[in-house]
């Protein structure tokens, strides 16, 4: 193996693979954490046997890769470029923040007020005639990029359910429903997390039902919509099961798992697709008629810009 060095100076084969731990930020949630070698690490893109390959746009996460005047993480991954500006003994006049103070001058109580034209936190002394003031000092708490546009609740992970509060921490607190980890004792080793729904609501589901075959049939029937969905929670709105109805290859259409879904093109009938939202919530799902004589089509993903489909497999 051909041995270089990639723009870290770590070493890496001639496709810039690296040979190292790239240190996840846990053994359940595999984002890089900040001080992974995979960091700036790849490259954006590269010819293999005359075929050019390039960086896709988007992270697993949907984060724009690679971030400006950088090189894209190694992985599924995109870490955001956090840039820090530090400004010490910066002289400033009243225009500049439209800084007023009231009364003034000043003996005992004052209001200070001002136009803050960044994005930061801000410290403020006040200093008397001598030129003496009381040490400012204060604790800022950073918020896990993870929460960055997470305004509700989410699946962590495929078996708990969190929140992010107003520092952009992760937490249980504030969570609808009793459980936050759906493999609690109480729920068995088939619930799993789904959601949000249009509500902004996560929901531990039990998938123990989702068979193509009812379970308590001698006869090897078939499982009905209503035993595949089980009950509907009208003011949830939302279905008990982790499971959907939809076609099959057979001349039965079948109950499944949702951990069979990645995404809303996973579903193959109309059913499956509007159901989604009280269902599995896999996104914001819509079906569109591709062959209105057979009834067939395609459920996408309305929030995807551009092209929503490259090819289309249609079951007849």
């Known amino acids: 193996m051909n041995v270089t060095t990639n723009a870290n100076g770590d070493s890496c084969d001639q496709s810039y693979n690296l040979m190292m731990d790239p240190i996840f930020v846990s053994g359940v949630d595999f984002h890089l954490s900040e ?10 893109s590269i010819e293999i046997n005359g075929t050019w390959y390039y960086c896709p746009l988007n992270d697993i996460d949907n984060q724009p890769r690679p971030y400006e005047n950088t090189l894209p993480d190694i992985g ?71 929460c960055e546009g997470k ?23 504030g969570l609808t429903g009793q459980y936050a980890e ?8 088939k619930s799993f997390c789904t959601g949000p729904n249009q509500n902004g609501l996560t929901f531990c589901k039990d998938e123990s039902t989702c068979s193509p075959l009812t379970l308590d049939s001698p006869f090897g029937l ?42 809303c093109y996973d579903y193959n009938s109309e059913f499956a697709c509007e159901r989604d939202k009280e269902a599995c919530m896999v996104g914001d799902c819509e079906w569109i008629v591709l062959n209105p004589e057979l009834g067939k089509g395609i459920c996408y993903q309305k929030e995807q810009n551009g092209t929503f489909y490259e090819s289309v497999i249609l079951k007849i």
Do not use: M, W
């Not at 001080?35 to 954006?44: M, Q, T, V």
């Not at 470029?81 to 007023?100: F, G, H, P, V």
């Not at 001002?114 to 936190?121: A, C, H, Q, R």
């Open 76 to 146: 599924a991954d995109e870490t955001p470029c956090l840039q820090t500006n530090i400004i010490e003994n910066k002289k400033i006049s009243e225009s500049d923040y439209d800084l007023q103070v009231y009364p003034n001058p000043v003996k005992t109580n004052a209001t200070i007020s001002f136009l803050n034209y960044e994005n930061g936190f801000v410290l403020i002394s006040v200093y008397d005639i001598a030129g003496n003031s009381t040490p400012v000092t204060d604790t800022i708490i950073t918020g896990n990029r993870i």
């Open 222 to 263: 078939f499982t009905t919509i209503s035993q595949c969905y089980g009950v509907f929670d009208t003011s949830l709105q939302s279905f008990e099961n982790f499971c959907y109805y939809d076609y099959s290859y057979s001349s039965f259409d079948k109950c499944y798992s949702c951990n069979n879904l990645k995404s």
């Open 151 to 173: 305004f509700a609740e989410f699946c962590y992970t495929k078996k708990s359910r969190r929140l992010c509060n107003e520092f952009n921490q992760i937490t249980t607190t």
């Open 182 to 189: 759906c493999d609690h004792p109480d729920l068995g080793d």
């Open 35 to 44: 001080n992974s070698p995979c960091i700036n690490a790849g490259i954006d």
